[in-house]
T-cell receptor, first 113, second 115 residues
Framework: KQEVTQIPAALSVPEGENLVLNCSFT??????LQWFRQDPGKGLTSLLL?????REQTSGRLNASLDKSSGRSTLYIAASQPGDSATYLC????????????FGKGTMLLVSP | DTEVTQTPKHLVMGMTNKKSLKCEQH?????MYWYKQKAKKPPELMFV???????INESVPSRFSPECPNSSLLNLHLHALQPEDSALYLC??????????????FGPGTRLTVL
């Protein structure tokens, strides 16, 4: 059974710092990996989707990398801002069948002014 | 328009009540999903609809009854719920349920409290 682990569970940084969130998964047979952001009590916002054949994806200050063979992904946030404060979830889409996602428990990020 | 809408935003119900959650998307997506999320936990998949047909039921109790009246709408009918069913219920959609490159778009969720 696929397991997705996110480290750290929580992270607090001052504004302006660059930071890295980590995601690992046990089964490398994935189609893609997706990073989401969730504000408290709200739905999920898709940030980046990386296909299994890709190494990285970039959107603005965000960069996500994928190393499928080692079962790892990282989300790099450059020049963090207080508005980046949220919980960040990674999810993997398994091969075969329907597009079900297995989520990690998330990293709760707090960026202080 | 990349929006998935959900109503109501909040719902409080007793264990004997019958209520429904609604989800709507106008992106032409043919796959829709219901997730349940408890506090400080990741979302858990409940149901997947593909082309308006139920494709996946993740062993969800029968007190939760999904319905997909058309390609834009997804309902979740609730009856005889338990207090432990209190959670954030999220709806999502994607272009196709078996698409390899699809992003799932999530709605804002319905916060359900069962008394």
């Amino acid at each position: 059974k696929q397991e997705v682990t996110q480290i750290p569970a929580a992270l607090s940084v001052p504004e302006g710092e660059n930071l890295v969130l980590n995601c690992s998964f046990t089964d490398s047979a994935i189609y893609n990996l997706q990073w989401f952001r969730q504000d408290p009590g709200k739905g999920l916002t898709s940030l980046l989707l990386i296909q299994s054949s890709q190494r990285e994806q970039t959107s603005g200050r965000l960069n996500a990398s994928l190393d499928k063979s080692s079962g790892r992904s990282t989300l790099y946030i450059a020049a963090s801002q207080p508005g980046d404060s949220a919980t960040y979830l990674c999810a993997v889409r398994l091969t075969g069948g329907y597009s079900t996602l297995t989520f990690g428990k998330g990293t709760m990020l707090l960026v202080s002014p | 328009d990349t929006e998935v809408t959900q109503t109501p935003k909040h719902l409080v119900m007793g264990m004997t009540n019958k209520k429904s959650l609604k989800c709507e998307q106008h992106m032409g997506h043919r796959a829709m999903y219901w997730y349940k999320q408890k506090a400080k936990k990741p979302p858990e998949l409940m149901f997947v609809y593909s082309y308006e047909k139920l494709s996946i039921n993740e062993s969800v109790p029968s007190r939760f009854s999904p319905e997909c009246p058309n390609s834009s709408l997804l309902n979740l009918h609730l009856h005889a719920l338990q207090p432990e069913d209190s959670a954030l219920y999220l709806c999502a959609s994607s272009q196709a349920a078996s698409g390899l490159t699809d992003t799932q778009y999530f709605g804002p969720g319905t916060r359900l409290t069962v008394l």
